[in-house]
């Protein structure tokens, strides 16, 4: 898993946000499900992971509420 910065995902598309959100949601269920068959490597990484989903979510919506804005103006 890579971490990326809000920089870096401020600057991709909603497209690419949105792959981004998917492939840490496949990668958040698959750790889930060794999790349930053996003890994680890393116990953090759960944590990590629900944090750059949070990340990639509030960019999404930063990005929508300013196209909503300047759709009103």
């Known amino acids: 898993m890579e971490?990326?910065?809000t920089?870096?995902?401020r600057e991709m598309s909603p497209e690419e946000?949105?792959?981004q959100l998917r492939d840490l949601n496949e990668?958040?269920?698959n750790l889930r499900v060794r999790r349930s068959l053996?003890?994680?490597d890393n116990p953090l990484l759960l944590r990590t992971l629900r944090r750059q989903m949070a990340r990639v979510r509030t960019i999404m919506h930063?990005?929508?509420a300013k196209d909503d804005v300047g759709?009103?103006?």
């Open 3 to 5: 971490k990326l910065g």
């Open 7 to 9: 920089d870096r995902l």
């Open 17 to 19: 946000l949105s792959r």
């Open 27 to 29: 990668e958040m269920f």
């Open 38 to 40: 053996q003890p994680p």
């Open 62 to 64: 930063e990005v929508h």
């Open 71 to 73: 759709r009103v103006s």
